[in-house]
């Protein structure tokens, strides 16, 4: 299916920044006249957000690595479905805090499940459908554990309960997949004070097509100016 719209995700472990930065970027996008939907997976929707509930908590039942990556993607294409394609079908600029980059890093990664078997789940999840710019927030990883703690009000999840050591396998694939695509995935150093961080990003706005120009439309359709 064409899209219309353009598709940023945010990418990081945890306490990168991501969430702040995307709240940013809607921010910017709205100062150039382009209407953005900013969501975040896993979750997105409110299905997907009853699937984000699964996922994430630290509960009796155990998941498997096999079942955890299932669920991340059925979270995924609900979230498609119902938010990603029609907002991007609308021309909105929808910029997402996380995306199959993270089932790649973490469930990967992480948690060692087969890389091919991973992209089979995305080609029949997505489709053609790949981002079209990726921030990756990249710092070390004591530093993002640190951010995430002083910022947690609620109870671990079972992500944040991992050692550091699995957190360093998933920092280093995102900087392997980021060798390896270069032209779509952006490493931004988040160690850096927020504003250096969003000097960092806005130079990669800037470039992206038709953002300089104030609209994210491929097809030459006008922006709105309204930030979700
Ligand atoms: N997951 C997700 C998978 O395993 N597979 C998948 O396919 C997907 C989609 C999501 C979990 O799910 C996993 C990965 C995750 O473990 P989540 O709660 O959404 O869980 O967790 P995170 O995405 O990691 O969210 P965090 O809130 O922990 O991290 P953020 O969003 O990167 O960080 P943010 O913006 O909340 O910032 C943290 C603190 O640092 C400060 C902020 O003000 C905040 O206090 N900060 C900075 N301070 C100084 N300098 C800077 N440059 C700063 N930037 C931010």
Avoid at 29 to 47: C, D, K, N, S, V
Avoid at 126 to 136: E, I, M, N, W
Avoid at 189 to 218: F, Y
Wanted: with cysteine; charged share 25%.
């Amino acid at each position: 299916m064409s899209t219309k719209g353009l598709f940023i995700t945010l990418e990081g472990i945890e306490g990168a920044g991501k969430s702040t930065v995307a709240r940013w970027v809607g921010e910017w996008l709205g100062r150039h006249q382009i209407r953005a939907t900013l969501t975040r997976e896993p979750g997105g929707t409110p299905l997907a957000e009853r699937v984000r509930q699964i996922v994430l908590e630290l509960g009796a039942e155990g998941l498997s690595p096999t079942t955890e990556t299932l669920l991340m993607f059925a979270a995924r294409g609900i979230h498609l479905e119902n938010l990603i394609r029609p907002a991007l079908e609308r021309g909105d600029c929808v910029v997402c805090d996380r995306f199959t980059d993270a089932t790649r890093a973490y469930q990967g990664a992480g948690r060692g499940v087969d890389a091919a078997w991973i992209e089979s789940l995305a080609r029949q999840v997505q489709g053609s459908l790949q981002p079209d710019c990726t921030l990756l927030l990249d710092l070390p990883v004591p530093m993002g554990l640190e951010r995430a703690k002083s910022r947690r009000a609620a109870a671990t999840d079972r992500f944040e309960a991992e050692a550091q050591a699995f957190f360093e396998r998933v920092r280093a694939a995102y900087l392997e997949l980021a060798r390896r695509e270069p032209q779509r995935i952006h490493v931004i150093d988040a160690s850096a004070p927020l504003r250096r961080v969003e000097r960092q990003v806005t130079a990669v706005l800037e470039r992206l097509p038709g953002v300089a120009r104030g609209t994210p439309s491929r097809d030459g359709g006008s922006a709105g100016g309204e930030t979700a």
